[in-house]
């Protein structure tokens, strides 16, 4: 994921592992709750992600194209030792997601194993983080999961 250095709202592309463009992900300003439409290639929306108003903890739902919701990411209220996020997923097993999330360093897991890393250090560049997802997983919502979490945290 790479986010632009300028521009107006969070928009940036997700690059595959060749380096080729993969998805879109359109940052709405000017809205009173954060809102980034999560694209394919050809512009077809695929995800939408809000953020929940008037919550004790950090909610950010994410809505299919159809409008149904897909998942919910929670922050947890209190943990000291490392950051720790619970995701409610609609139609199947929920995620836990836990390391250093605002240096770009944890794990999500699903059913008690890893589904998917991200990490910063694999790459130099400023604004710039990798997220290794296992085969068999949904990987536009794996994408649209780690985006959120990083809208949550960098706000």
């Known amino acids: 994921m ?27 300003v000017l809205r009173i709750r954060n809102t ?3 694209k394919d ?11 929940k108003l008037l919550r004790i903890r950090d909610t950010m ?20 030792l ?7 997923i609609s139609d199947g097993p929920d995620m836990e997601i836990h390391g250093n999330i605002l240096d770009h360093e944890y794990e999500i897991e699903s059913e008690g194993r890893k589904i998917a ?6 790459f130099r560049l400023r604004d710039t983080y990798g997220v290794k997802i296992e085969p ?16 949550m945290a960098h706000d």
């Open 136 to 151: 068999g997983q949904d990987n536009a919502l794996v994408l649209a999961i780690a985006a959120a979490l990083d809208q």
């Open 61 to 80: 739902e994410i809505k299919r194209a159809d409008d149904s919701l897909a998942a919910t990411v929670k922050k947890d209220l209190i943990n000291i």
């Open 117 to 122: 890393e991200v990490s910063k250090k694999w």
């Open 2 to 28: 790479n986010e632009k250095l300028i521009s107006i709202g969070d928009d940036y592309w997700i690059e595959d592992e060749t380096g080729e463009r993969a998805f879109y992900v359109d940052g709405k």
């Open 82 to 88: 490392r950051d720790k996020w619970k995701v409610e």
């Open 41 to 51: 290639l050809r512009g077809n929306d695929l995800y939408k992600i809000t953020e």
């Open 36 to 38: 980034l439409i999560f």
